[in-house]
Nanobody, 125 residues
């Protein structure tokens, strides 16, 4: 298995920005699709963004399209999620995931085998 550790979650004001990081260990993720999901209290896990192994294909949820950027550095075995213009509805625990989904299943949580512990993002106002 791949061990994933998220970091960067914090309290930010609405309209602010932050960058989340996902550091992988145990084995390389250079050939895995990496993704971010989030879950708010009382709600189901929600897809946020995904990036394929070479970074050539990216997918974003409609709710974050245009204000978020997913990226990866395979040499560092790390994925990132840059979020700008944060809204109160962005508040959630954000989870990093790694797997090998098909293109049509890239936003399906069940198709990712490895998950991090989550990092809390809180947005005030």
């Amino acid at each position: 298995q791949v061990q994933l550790v998220e970091s960067g979650g914090r309290l930010v004001q609405a309209g602010g920005s932050l960058r989340l990081s996902c550091a992988a260990s145990g084995r390389t993720v250079s050939r895995y699709t990496m993704a971010w999901f989030r879950q708010a209290p009382g709600k189901e896990r929600e897809f946020v963004a995904a990036i394929n192994w070479n970074g050539g294909n990216r997918r974003y949820a409609d709710s974050v399209q245009g204000r978020s950027t997913i990226s990866r550095d395979n040499a560092k075995n790390t994925a990132y999620l840059q979020m700008n213009s944060l809204k109160p509805e962005d508040a959630a625990v954000y989870y990093c995931a790694a797997g090998a989904p098909t293109l049509v299943d890239i936003d399906r949580a069940a198709d990712y085998a490895d998950w991090g512990q989550g990092t809390q993002v809180t947005v005030s106002s």
